[in-house]
């Protein structure tokens, strides 16, 4: 069965701390990984999409990466404006046009 | 439009009633896809349309539940009879395809008494 688990469930760092948030996937066949930020009240923000292992992509103070198992944000000197929770989501080719959603990493920075 | 759009933006209805949850997906996105988010859950996949293809109704948690897309951009999900435990943010997404980031309309918080 295709899962996508996510780790941790939140996060607190202090303003410059970096740290890294885990997406965990079982699919038969990934077509795509995707990271998003959704802010209280909002829809979910597109980051990135990782398409194979060895992948990675850049915004700001974000870099996603992908392994055959996982994914990595890596935040970089996380600002307060960061703050925000992570979704990670998978796309399997065989059952194409579905993603499977992480329940997220609430992530609270302090100044 | 820039973005996805959804109306309205909160709704709070009487268990029973019916209740029809709009979204205009961004334009030329041929795709367009309708989750549930409820309270410290994933996003629920519920239908996907994809250009004039019959769309992929296989999330949907009942038969109260159905949705339409006219003329291959604006959509309509519809609950019927609705119950408490259908209280959740609605969310509308559009791409441009298959392959590719779906863009996500601010949600329909529905509360049903």
């Known amino acids: 069965e295709d899962q996508v688990t996510q780790s941790p469930e939140a996060l607190r760092l202090q303003e410059g701390e970096s740290s890294s948030l885990n997406c965990s996937y079982t699919?038969?066949?990934?077509?795509?990984l995707f990271w998003y930020r959704q802010d209280p009240g909002k829809g979910p923000e597109f980051l990135f999409t990782?398409?194979?292992a060895g992948e990675e992509k850049e915004k700001e103070r974000l870099k996603a990466t992908l392994t055959k198992k996982e994914s990595f944000l890596h935040i970089t000197a996380p600002k307060p404006e960061d703050s925000a929770t992570y979704l990670c989501?998978?796309?399997?080719?065989?059952?194409?046009?579905?993603?499977?959603f992480g329940t997220g990493t609430s992530l609270t920075v302090i100044p | 439009g820039a973005g996805v759009s959804q109306s309205p933006s909160n709704k709070v209805t009487e268990k029973g009633k019916d209740v029809e949850l709009r979204c205009d997906p961004i334009?030329?996105?041929?795709?367009l896809y309708w989750y549930r988010q409820s309270l410290g859950q994933g996003l629920e996949f519920l239908i996907y349309?994809?250009?004039?293809?019959?769309?992929?109704k296989s999330g949907l948690p009942s038969d109260r539940f159905s949705a339409e897309r006219t003329g291959g951009s604006v959509s309509t999900l519809t609950i019927q009879r609705t119950q408490q435990e259908d209280s959740a943010v609605y969310l509308c997404a559009s791409s441009k395809g298959l392959a590719g980031g779906k863009f996500f309309g601010p949600g329909t918080r529905l509360t049903v008494l």
């Open positions: 990782l398409y194979s």
């Open positions: 989501a998978v796309q399997a080719i065989r059952t194409g046009n579905q993603f499977y």
């Open positions: 699919v038969s066949g990934l077509r795509g």
């Open positions: 334009s030329g996105h041929t795709a």
């Open positions: 349309f994809q250009g004039n293809s019959a769309p992929d």
